[in-house]
Structure formats: C-alpha cells, structure tokens
C-alpha cells in the first residue's frame, strides 16, 4: 500500500513559480510510473506530465517548456517544478504512482494562478 501526500500548493502571481511535493509512504521504488495530475473546476481531470520507469515522460502540451518533474528515490518523493506559472494552470494538483497494477492518489494540493 503507498500513500502519497502532496505540498506546495498556493496563490501565485502569473508569471511565477510553485514547486510541488508529493511525498510517499510506502515504498515506490518498484513503480511502473509516477506524476501528476489536475483538475480545474468544471472539468475532468488531467494528465499534467507521468514518468514511467522505462524513462519515458509525457507532458500535456499546454505545460511543455514549463513544467518538469523530478524523483528523490532515497526520500520516495517526487517534485513538480511550474514555471511561467499562467491562470488557465489553475487547479487541484494530484500527485499519482502505478504500482504492480495499482494506483495510487494523493489528496490533492490547490494552486492558484492571478492574473
């Protein structure tokens, strides 16, 4: 079982820059994949960007250039960096790991992007 706990979440000018943590308990050293995903008000949820363990990364395109995702496999935490940060990149930020078949969501963390 692994749950995940995301933090970093705020209010941020456009413009600016949040950095997202979704730390683990529960080792996710054997995940198959692992990312983030959002959801703004009134729509489904999305994929932002998942790293899978064959070392592929998809990135939705409205993020490319401006999002990148990072591990600490030591800390089993994994990080959002958002750059250029934009309103339309408001949302509830989920962090997300693909286990032997499983999933697994966090909580969610709210990010919010003034014009």
């Known amino acids: 079982q692994v749950q995940l706990v995301e933090s970093g979440g705020g209010l941020v000018q456009a413009g600016g820059s949040l950095r997202l943590s979704c730390d683990s308990k529960?080792?996710?050293?054997?995940?198959?994949?692992m990312g983030w995903y959002r959801q703004a008000p009134g729509k489904q949820r999305e994929l932002v960007i998942v790293?899978?363990?064959?070392?592929?990364?998809t990135y939705a395109d409205s993020v490319k250039g401006r999002f990148t995702i990072s591990e600490d496999p030591a800390k089993g935490a994994q990080y959002l960096q958002m750059n250029n940060l934009k309103p339309e990149d408001t949302a509830v930020y989920y962090c997300?790991?693909?286990?032997?078949?499983?999933?697994?969501w966090g909580q969610g963390t709210q990010v919010t992007v003034s014009s």
């Open positions: 997300y790991v693909q286990k032997h078949g499983d999933e697994f």
């Open positions: 529960g080792s996710i050293s054997l995940a198959n994949a």
């Open positions: 790293m899978t363990s064959s070392g592929k990364t």
